[in-house]
Nanobody
Framework: QVQLVESGGGSVQAGGSLRLSCSVS????????MAWFRQAPGKEREGVAR???????SYADSVKGRFTISKDDAKNTLYLQMNSLKPEDTAMYYC???????????????????WGQGTQVTVSS
């Protein structure tokens, strides 16, 4: 059974950077649409960024220009580079793999095949 393991979370000051990693235990899953989600306390989980099998990317408006999603198929790893972090970026961040190679129009969670366990990001002002 495939497992996704996130790492790289932590505490930073506003304006700082972090790079999250998501290690995928089965390489074939790298060939599907992959995404990062986040959930802040008291809020619903939201899609942040996604990348499809052809490495086309898309971003939520709130992170566009600051976050970059990428993947290294040879290392079975998905990344999220987060720059110019803001306190409102504070959340638990999750990686996820969709059922399809091409990303769906929305970040519909019923189209997610597998989730990671999450890594906490805390940004202080």
């Amino acid at each position: 059974q495939v497992q996704l393991v996130e790492s790289g979370g932590g505490s930073v000051q506003a304006g700082g950077s972090l790079r999250l990693s998501c290690s995928v235990s089965v390489n074939t899953y790298m060939g599907y649409c992959m995404a990062w989600f986040r959930q802040a306390p008291g809020k619903e989980r939201e899609g942040v960024a996604r990348i499809d099998a052809d490495e086309r990317t898309s971003y939520a408006d709130s992170v566009k220009g600051r976050f970059t999603i990428s993947k290294d198929d040879a290392k079975n790893t998905l990344y999220l580079q987060m720059n110019s972090l803001k306190p409102e970026d504070t959340a638990m961040y999750y990686c996820a793999v969709f059922w399809e190679r091409l990303c769906p129009f929305s970040y519909a969670e019923d189209e997610i095949n597998v989730w990671g366990q999450g890594t906490q990001v805390t940004v202080s002002s």
